[in-house]
């Protein structure tokens, strides 16, 4: 797995690299394609503006003279001795420019000037400039035997942003197809990132689970030999004793279920809350009170610090219980030599009671704050049995503050301790 995964993305990321470059590359050759049609489109045009004019020049010239010319050559020698578009009104001569460039698929606006042997413009529109002419469309109107070279300068407006109108919806769908690769991409490796974690998780669990349940288990097969034993059975105080051994470990494991169970619950949201009128602080000082012989046997210090002048909360009891006891217990499971804990209370802004569990143990790394109220995640110290449990405990704690309307952070550095400030809703009048 370690080694198909990488692989995966990379074969990924190739494709869609690769499906990227072809879509660029397409879109190019489009363009270009589109670039010589037009090219071609404008050629095809301004020689049939060149022939059209010379057709009007002729008919004029048989309506005022009355000559009929027959064949090719007799009406080339015509147009080299006596053509001009001087004989021609401005408007007739946009006609035949506009629709020659209508035949030919060109829509847009334009301008167009002529000029003579001595570059002197003899016909023009009316927004045609001097300074449009190097960047207009150019032919001559006559052959290079004429006694009067007259050239056409057709000046259309914006024949680039003509191209990207007329390729628009292609380029378009290019780019909301390759963004939904692209998007679908990114999906793909943080489903694989994900499924990936998920695997560890799981193996993790898995590998915590099996430590926790085989302690009790080992315990209970002992006592279980030892009840057997000859010098046992006629000992009441020993049978005592180890069917007291047999039971503890019993509920012990029983404990460890149950807490698997419950997580099962709060991910299923099927946890009921039985909540009342309840005072924050007596709840604090009863758990505390709790864990005082834990706290003797790490040779560590609780302090109180209650200072919230209002502390009347409505919650479940039992889960709130459990709420600060598995911020204490992760405080001490977590701790390092001179433990000392601190807890305070405080009223927030917004009619919120803030209670600050704060500790001097290892502390934690950014990362691990960025996943400490992940189910099943636990932060790694050396050795994956070190500190028993889960991972459950802080996720049920952000499970159960936030079903109580309230929210919790955590602010920790390594080393320096960790203080896990929870949030809730004061009972209002």
């Known amino acids: 797995m370690k080694k198909v995964f990488p692989l995966i993305v990379v074969l990924i990321t190739l494709s869609v690299l690769g499906i990227m470059f072809i879509q660029v590359q397409w879109i190019k050759n489009a363009i270009q394609v589109k670039k010589d049609q037009f090219d071609q489109s404008r050629s095809k045009a301004m020689h049939e503006i060149r022939n059209n004019t010379q057709d009007l020049f002729l008919s004029k010239l048989n309506q005022q003279t009355g000559i009929t010319f027959l064949n090719e050559t007799a009406r080339r020698r015509e147009l080299e001795q006596h053509f001009t578009v001087q004989y021609f009104k401005v408007d007739e001569m ?13 829509k847009q606006s334009f301008e167009f000037g002529v000029t003579n042997i001595f570059y002197n413009i003899v016909l023009y529109s009316d927004g045609f400039k001097s300074e449009f002419m190097p960047e207009s469309w150019s032919i001559r109107l006559t052959n290079g035997n004429a006694a009067q070279q007259e050239n056409l300068y057709v000046y ?6 003509y191209l990207i109108e007329q390729m628009s919806w292609m380029i378009l769908a290019s780019i909301i197809f390759t963004a939904i690769i692209i998007w679908a991409f990114t999906l793909t490796v943080r489903t694989l990132f994900s499924q990936k974690k998920l695997s560890e998780i799981k193996s993790d669990f898995i590998n915590n689970m099996t430590h926790e349940l085989k302690t009790p288990l080992a315990t209970i097969s002992l006592a279980v030999d030892a ?13 005592r004793y180890y069917s007291a051994m047999i039971k503890d470990e019993n509920k012990r494991m029983n404990k460890q279920v149950e807490t698997i169970l419950q997580a099962a619950r709060i991910e299923r949201e099927e946890i009921s809350l039985n909540r009342t009128e309840l005072d924050a602080h007596a709840i604090i000082e009863k758990t505390a009170h709790n864990v005082a012989l834990r706290l003797e046997e790490k040779q560590g210090a609780l302090s109180l610090n209650l200072r919230a002048t209002k502390s009347k909360i409505y919650a ?22 001179d433990l000392k804990i601190e807890i305070s209370t405080s009223n927030s802004v917004g009619q919120m009671l803030t209670i600050r569990i704060k500790d001097n143990g290892i502390g934690m790394t950014k990362e691990t704050q960025a996943h400490i109220f992940e189910k099943f995640y636990r932060a790694h110290t050396g050795n994956i049995h070190d500190v028993k449990g889960f991972g459950l405990g802080l996720s049920y704690v952000k499970s159960l503050v936030e079903a109580h309307g309230g929210r919790v952070r955590v602010e920790s550095a390594l080393g320096k301790g960790t203080t896990f400030i929870v949030s809730l809703p004061l009972v209002r009048n």
């Open 156 to 161: 259309v407006r914006e024949p680039k942003g």
């Open 316 to 337: 479940d009891e039992v889960h709130f219980s459990n709420l600060i006891f598995n911020l204490l217990d992760n405080a001490i499971k977590y701790s390092a030599q």
């Open 227 to 239: 009840l057997t034993n000859s010098k046992v059975i006629g000992d009441e105080e020993k049978i």
């Open 94 to 106: 946009q006609q035949i420019i506009q629709q020659a460039l209508r035949n030919n698929g060109i």
